[in-house]
């Protein structure tokens, strides 16, 4: 079997997907208060279109799905297309990134998915009022029942959180102290400037190392052997359940060992969140390609895969990145 290895030597094996670009909600770090600009639906990959491509990725040795969006729930009978996908029998696992305020009633369903593995929860802060003004909608007590749903299934969750100076920088030890008695794996992500607008206003710049710092504070933290392609560096603390990562986006430390392309919702190739799009693949397939076609496609667009977020935010010809993670698939 051929398989995808980029110029570096890397296999890719992980591929996120975009279901939509469409959002309940209006998070302050990743669009303007009064949304994006959302493409006609005919524009939009169909499930049908995703199933073929992630099947055809599959026979190249990917392994593993991510997706994303937008909000994934936020697409109609989304949880037929992971039905769907879970025919796929090259594909051993199948994640998914979400908002949870739609998803509450679905969780018995997914967790009926044997390739359905983790979950991972956006969640940026512990307290309503806060919630409410970075996501611009007052949804927290839904969120926070996904939550509690979540961590009595059988799925393995991760909370995502944001690191926004002047917001929730607060409730890092709040977050952190979760673990005590649960078992789920915090993750803090350093803001990008991927929000509609491009400027990255912050009065602090909460990096890797400064969030490490202000956990250390009061948490003596051991380093866990992550897999080699981890996006975090995770931690665990004696006696806590759960355990702690940061995920270091916008410094991008992780990049050598990168595993992963993404498929944005209108089916945009690309082999690096910070690039602005390789390849055009919903044209290439409406106009009739083959699987061949694709398959040889796919092995030629990962040559170009750059060895960092920075060279590929170098090589950029739109300018600085501006657009939003919703359109991209975060
Ligand atoms: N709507 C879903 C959600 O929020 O989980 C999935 C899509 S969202 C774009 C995926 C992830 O990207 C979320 O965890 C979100 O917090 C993160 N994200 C969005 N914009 C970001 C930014 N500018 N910097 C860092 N992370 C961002
Ligand atoms: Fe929507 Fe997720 Fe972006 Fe928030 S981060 S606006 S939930 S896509």
Known sequence: ??????????????????????????????????????????????????????RVLTELGVHKVRLTGGEPFVRKDFVGFLEMLSHNDLL??????????????HISKIEKLEKVKNINLSIDSLQRDKFAKITRRDVFPEVYKTFEL???????????IVVQSGFNTDEILDFVRLTKN???????????????????????NWTFKKILDQIKTEFYLSEIQSEKSSTSRNYSIKNH?????????????????????????VGKFKNCLFDDGVFNLRDFIRKGASNEDLKELFLSLVKKKPKTGFIAEANRKKGNVSESMSTIGG
């Open 92 to 105: 051993d696992t199948i994640n998914i990134t979400t908002n949870g305020a739609l998803i509450s009633h």
């Open 182 to 204: 649960k078992n789920v794996a915090v993750r803090f992500i350093e803001e990008m400037p991927f929000n509609g607008k491009g400027q990255r206003e912050m009065n602090e």
């Open 241 to 265: 359940a759960g355990s702690v990562g940061i995920i270091p986006a916008f410094t991008r430390t992780i990049c050598n060992d990168c595993n992963r392309i993404r498929i944005t919702s």
């Open 150 to 160: 979540l961590e009595k299934s059988s799925l393995n969750l991760k909370l995502n």
């Open 1 to 54: 079997m051929s398989r995808l290895i980029d110029n570096f030597g890397r296999q890719i094996e992980y591929v996120r997907l975009a279901v939509t670009d469409r959002c309940n909600l209006r998070c302050q770090y990743c669009m303007p208060a009064h949304g994006i600009d959302i493409v006609p639906r005919q524009e939009l990959l169909s499930f049908k279109e995703m199933y073929r491509l992630i």
